[in-house]
């Protein structure tokens, strides 16, 4: 069956919408009867007479309390809860959530057994402090607290842990101790979280009444708030009852329509937050002319420090580094680059770095104080802050006074061409100006050594191209070490002076630019250059492949010990340009002929690139003009010879 949009109806809607109905009825017909029977013309008597009053201010008194007790307790615990791993976890949690399925009187009596005067501490409080609890206001706080809190730990626990740790750690990178990221980053963040907590628990509070009955009692003025006023009221006035419970009822519908559906996360505030906002229309692009210190020649750096680290856990090797060296980090997926910067910044027990920056032994130091920065792939700019107030971050996180900050932030920003976006929020800006924003805010902490994680992966191509341009400007300026992780080749050769290449968690090669080019020590890396590489085992004409396919090179290396093509202890590398294809068996016979099959055509610029299969050789593509693929009729399954001269195969030993 199928709906007025086209839809298949849900089988079983019909079935189910009934007890929907009947249970929508059930909630509403209660408040119904409070609008119905609420005696409107003598609302106002009601409402304004000595005890209603003397219960509201009451009411307001003890909630008012009760919020300030949770939010200081709540707070932290909620806190623990979803950032803190520790035993007993499961157990805490529960007992978070026991007073909310607990009936209220049985709380209260639970509470007198703590507190009261024959309690577990009650007799303790009186004789040191004077300090008595039952049927005095100071419990029906207590009381109110006891049931409230959950609402705020739970509502608040859920938004932290819905905060990704990025924001929190890369405050740390900056420099700001665990209390200022707290105050500063996690806070500001979970700011509509904690207020729909807050909202709840204040509600929650001011309609209390089992724990509040038992444990604090019913004084009028003292323990007597609004619900245990409505309940006194049923026996003698009910309609002045009817009148107090409309006045409640009001109070909770006003929470919960302000919450707006926060509680059950229909419309977090949160997750608006994190949406990517449009950049609007007038925002310069990234292409736009530089800045008048974009192009500026940066400042010589007035203090230099090198690196040394020690990798050990799943990273083992060794990295040193003079001031100033850029590093690109590449390596397959999984191979460890983003663990090698968390371990480097401290935040990860999977690897550890000894480290040394300049003569400075900064390994048992807190991230905070290591001086190490992070730009994550996509900035992580704090998005309650503006450009410019995320850029002086690292500099109010050290101290230097607020005005000086935000000069050297404007500074910064306008070394960076984004000066004027200052005042633009996160959500305002464009993945590039965001990248440039976070890069400005990292070197502006002045750090001793810069992690940047994937800098170029979210921009375009122009973007990038002019992006890379500016980087590479202040890199030189930088007087600490750089890494750069990257997947792209073009930004390890043009931005860095060595390229570090990781695999499975150690250093296949580590070498200058030129030379990670010329000879690639690892397959992938030779593909990320667009080279075809070919693993066997070295033999005296080359190399032995796997499946008995043989490459002969022009320059064979000594003979390994590796068993024929069981475990390669060599990498071939081919120049996609070096492969001629033909479609019958080249004359001349050269050493390095096979049949194969063309797999597919790509065009790479004003070339085609061609992927040719053979069941006697790996994987092999050809580079040539389309002009030649036209004359040769290539398109996929075309049977075809391939074939490489000796002298175009470079043997590297694995
Ligand atoms: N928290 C973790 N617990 C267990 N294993 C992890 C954890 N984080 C990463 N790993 C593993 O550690 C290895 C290295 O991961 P890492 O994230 O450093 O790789 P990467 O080089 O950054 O990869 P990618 O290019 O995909 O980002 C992988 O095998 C990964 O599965």
Redesign the pocket.
Known sequence: MRGRDGRPRARGSAVLALPALLAVAFLLLPLAGILARTPWRDLGTHLTSTEVTEAVSLSLLVSGWALLLALLLGVPLAWLLARVPFRGKAFVRALVLLPMVLPPTVGGVALLLAFGRRGLLGPWLEDTFGITLPFHTSGAVIAATFVAMPFLVISLEGTLAGLRPRYEETAASLGASPLRVFATVTLPMVAPGLAAGAALTWARALGEFGATITFAGNLPGTTQTLPLQVYLLLQDRPEAATSVSLLLLAIAMAVLVALRGRWTGAASGRSRREAPAEAPAEVPPETAPPGPLENAPPEPPSERWSLHADMSG?LRFALDAEPGTTIAVV??????????L?ALLGL?P?AHAALRLGGTEVTGLLPHRRGVAWVPQDGALFPHLSALANTAYGLRAHHVSRAEARRTAQDWLDRLGVGGLARRKPAQLSGGQAQRIALARALAARPRLLLLDEPLAALDQTTRAHVRHTLRTHLAGFGGVCLI?T?DPVEAVSLADRVLV?DA?RAVQDAPPTEVTRSPRSPWVARMLGRNAWQGAVTDYGLALPGGGRLAVADPLPAGTAPEATSPDGLAIIAPEAVSLHRERPSGSPRNVWPGTVREITSVGSRLRVLVSSERAPDLVAEITPAAAAELGLCDGTPVWSSVKATEVTLVRL
């Open positions: 799943f390596g397959p997926n999984g191979a460890g680059k983003t663990t090698l968390r990860t999977r992780v997947h990781l968690g």
